[in-house]
């Protein structure tokens, strides 16, 4: 190209019809060729199958389904496992998909390609639609019903298969509740064994207990203090009767001792001894050192006037007074009466002695209920926690057999075909006006490329004009080229077979591009 020179659309123009051929050839060849090939491209033909969601028949307020997954999971999920190469190699052989590819190439590239084929579009609504690309109209309609036939029942099998692992979870996780509900149970049973009485629902029970027995002891201390005044009288009627006798002189007790007797007879001697027994058990117990040396004594004493009693003829034995003998009986009464009273003193002092022990118990009971309140707090919180949790348990294991049993009857949820596959009465590609199309520009593009090439490489002078701009020069006198025929028929030869050269190679990349993209698209 000549620096500084100015391309007028008459430029354009006397170019353009003087390399006329160099744009007509590349256009008309790859135009041609672009003819052929999309004319050599299989027909491919599309069917499809609208598939919808219908809902479960049964209200939701009644039974309440356990899939809760939305339409486009789920649909995703049910995808994946039928474009798996178990499912899709099943349906390439009983469809006898891709014979050739088949005895070409390896089955997982078959595989792939069928997946490219397949489309799954979900459509506004609950519905999704489910297409199968092929050469055959037939084998796309039958492949795109086998496919709609796949994903309904895969959805059902799906569906039942997660009710039925949602009831064996939730029974799974029932017997473990269960488990550690019977262990809690045990272990506050135990509980209240080990602290009987000392529960805080025993307290009331415990306090009126310990009244009663505050009552009892009130009781038996009333009871008490009236036999000692009865002791008392006795005892005082005792010591009336236990004075000396005044038949019985020259009887003495020491002041020092008083179980020593001496002077007088041995009966006098036996009357007063008894009469001092008589004495000292009203101020001592039975177990005083002196009581029991005056019983000694008397025994002795007895002795004694027994042995004399055998000495001495019968008619000489003195007879007791009728008045020394009453006195006696009455005396013997009261000690009896006396040592009875002394009985049920001791007996209800034991008793006292018991029933305090009692009250002792129930107010130790008392003092550890709150103890025993506390730890049992902690115990009944986590039963409850752990029956809460079994009965929620138990409700859910319940609903959900319920929708286990919807989802077998095929009452709840499914995928109904809506409108099935039809035969497909024109082919979706290759769409060939189109390529066609873009076949002549690309031809005639590529022509003025060359041109364009052509002439940015010339560096001729083809008129003075040119001369004068470029050069500044003026022009004296112009020659026309002077070209034989031959020379002009060689030129244009040349130009043809380079067109038509160029024209092949681009024709050529052309298919190879052409080629390359139908196989990895197809």
């Known amino acids: 190209m000549l620096p500084g020179k100015k391309y007028t659309p008459e430029d354009v123009l006397r170019i353009a ?29 599309r069917s499809d199958t609208l598939i919808m969601v219908v809902p479960q028949r049964v209200p939701e307020s ?14 995703s999920s049910i995808s994946q496992q039928i474009l798996s190469r178990t499912k899709l190699e099943q349906v390439v052989r009983e469809y006898n998909l891709y014979s050739a590819e088949r005895r070409r190439g390896l089955m997982e590239d078959v595989v792939d390609r069928m997946r490219k084929d397949i489309e799954v579009q979900v459509v506004k609504g609950d519905a999704f639609r489910v297409s199968f690309t092929s050469t055959d109209p037939r084998i796309a309609m039958n492949v795109a019903n086998r496919l709609a036939s796949m994903f309904i029942d895969e959805s059902l099998t799906d569906r039942t298969a997660l009710a039925e692992s949602t009831t064996s979870f939730l029974e799974s996780q029932l017997a473990d509740a269960r488990r550690r509900l019977e262990a809690h149970e045990k272990k506050l049973a135990d509980y209240k064994m080990s602290h009987p009485g000392e529960l805080p629902s025993e307290r009331d029970s415990n306090l009126q207990a310990m009244n009663n027995l505050q009552m009892q002891v009130q009781a038996i201390l009333n009871s008490i203090d009236s036999d000692k005044d009865r002791r008392f009288q006795i005892e005082r009627r005792i010591a009336d009767l236990s004075q000396m006798p005044t038949d019985t002189p020259n ?20 009357q007063v001894a008894r009469a001092q027994l008589a004495l000292l058990q009203t101020r001592y117990t039975p177990d005083h050192p002196d009581v ?12 004694k006037q027994q042995a004399e009693g ?43 002695k018991q029933v305090r022990a009692a009250i002792a118990g129930y107010q130790a009971r008392i003092e550890a209920t709150p103890e025993r309140e506390s730890e049992l707090t902690g115990l009944l919180r986590d039963y409850d926690t752990l029956r809460k949790t079994y009965d929620g348990l138990l409700a859910k294991q319940e609903d959900s057999k319920v929708a286990a049993n919807l989802e077998r009857r095929q009452i709840g949820e499914q995928f109904r075909t809506l409108d099935p596959a039809r035969l497909p009465e024109r082919p979706i590609s290759p769409n060939r006006p189109l390529i066609d199309l873009a076949g002549a520009l690309a031809g005639l593009g590529l022509g003025i490329g060359l041109v364009a090439l052509l002439e940015y490489r010339d560096s001729s002078f083809r008129t003075d004009d040119e001369v004068a701009s470029v050069l500044a020069l003026p022009v004296v006198a112009v020659i026309p080229l002077m070209l034989s025929s031959r020379e002009k028929l060689r030129l244009r030869r040349r130009e043809v077979a380079i067109g038509t050269a160029f024209a092949a190679v681009v024709f050529g990349l052309v298919a190879i591009g052409a080629w390359l993209w139908w196989t990895w698209q197809y």
């Open 292 to 303: 029991v040396r005056m019983k000694r004594v008397i025994k002795d004493l007895e002795a």
């Open 62 to 75: 009644y039974v309440k389904s356990t899939v809760t997954t939305p339409i486009e999971d789920r649909l």
């Open 310 to 352: 055998l000495k001495r003829p019968v008619s000489q034995a003195a007879p007791a007074t009728p008045e020394e003998a009453k006195r006696l009986s009455a005396l013997k009464d009261a000690q009896d009466e006396l040592a009875l009273v002394n009985r049920q003193i001791a007996e209800k002092q034991n008793e006292e």
């Open 17 to 45: 019809w003087r390399r006329k051929w160099l744009i007509l050839l590349p256009f008309v060849a790859v135009s041609i060729g672009t003819m052929v090939v999309a004319a050599a491209l299989p027909d491919r033909y």
């Open 251 to 270: 009887v003495t007790i020491s002041g020092d001792d008083p179980t020593a007797v001496a002077g007088g007879s041995t009966a006098a001697q036996l």
